[in-house]
């Protein structure tokens, strides 16, 4: 009789331990949900701006960088310098929202995957100097923060020169890149054949 009792004792016991533990688990899940949702467009913001900082986009996107002065009255309106290469001549789009030379058409998913697959929502690819390999393992916190931040920006009227094809003659302030020596050109792709107005 007494061990009978012991033995529902400890069973209550052990029950009640067991719903405790439940509630304070479900109580710290649904805290780290709540924090984790209550990440605000502006924590989202802040962490996509720094991202376009120490990840270069500002250096190409923004005029006056590659002249040491970044003009942030302008900042990710694209860029008149061009990137000569087997691809052609490119030139920094302006990734602000405007809405006839920027990217407000774009949703966050089609500048992430822009980002992360390196074509744009017409499936045009992007092309170099466009490090999107790269950028294609930032991770999901980190791609969606910048692709909020770039949605955030102040539109800022200005279309970049399109993109000039191989083998047509270009004029202009661009950095050339020389045909690449035997070693690093050994696989590389041939340069793509299609004329995409306005890549990379």
């Given at each position: 009789?007494?061990?009978?009792?012991?033995?529902?004792?400890?069973?209550?016991?052990?029950?009640?331990?067991?719903?405790?533990?439940?509630?304070?688990?479900?109580?710290?899940?649904?805290?780290?949900?709540?924090?984790?949702?209550?990440?605000?467009?502006?924590?989202?913001?802040?962490?996509?701006?720094?991202?376009?900082?120490?990840?270069?986009?500002?250096?190409?996107?923004?005029?006056?960088?590659?002249?040491?002065?970044?003009?942030?009255?302008?900042?990710?309106?694209?860029?008149?310098?061009?990137?000569?290469?087997?691809?052609?001549?490119?030139?920094?789009?302006?990734?602000?929202?405007?809405?006839?030379?920027?990217?407000?058409?774009?949703t966050v998913q089609n500048i992430v995957d822009a980002v992360r697959l390196g074509h744009r929502p017409d499936q045009s690819p992007i092309l170099p100097?466009?490090?999107?390999?790269?950028?294609?393992?930032?991770?999901?916190?980190?791609?969606?923060?910048?692709?909020?931040?770039?949605?955030?920006?102040?539109?800022?009227?200005?279309?970049?020169?399109?993109?000039?094809?191989?083998?047509?003659?270009?004029?202009?302030?661009?950095?050339?890149?020389?045909?690449?020596?035997?070693?690093?050109?050994?696989?590389?792709?041939?340069?793509?054949e299609e004329s995409v107005a306005g890549t990379k």
């Amino acid at each position: 009789m007494e061990a009978g009792r012991k033995n529902r004792w400890w069973m209550r016991a052990v029950t009640l331990v067991a719903v405790l533990a439940l509630v304070t688990i479900s109580i710290v899940a649904v805290s780290c949900a709540r924090q984790s949702s209550a990440k605000t467009d502006a924590d989202k913001i802040a962490r996509g701006r720094q991202i376009s900082w120490s990840s270069g986009c500002i250096d190409c996107h923004t005029p006056g960088t590659f002249y040491g002065t970044p003009d942030t009255t302008r900042l990710m309106s694209g860029s008149e310098l061009g990137w000569e290469g087997p691809w052609g001549v490119t030139y920094p789009r302006n990734l602000t929202p405007d809405p006839e030379t920027g990217i407000a058409s774009w949703t966050v998913q089609n500048i992430v995957d822009a980002v992360r697959l390196g074509h744009r929502p017409d499936q045009s690819p992007i092309l170099p100097p466009m490090p999107w390999p790269a950028y294609s393992q930032m991770s999901d916190d980190d791609v969606y923060a910048l692709a909020t931040y770039l949605k955030s920006l102040p539109p800022v009227k200005h279309r970049a020169p399109d993109r000039i094809p191989p083998g047509v003659a270009a004029t202009g302030a661009r950095l050339t890149f020389p045909p690449p020596p035997e070693w690093d050109g050994r696989n590389l792709p041939k340069a793509p054949e299609e004329s995409v107005a306005g890549t990379k």
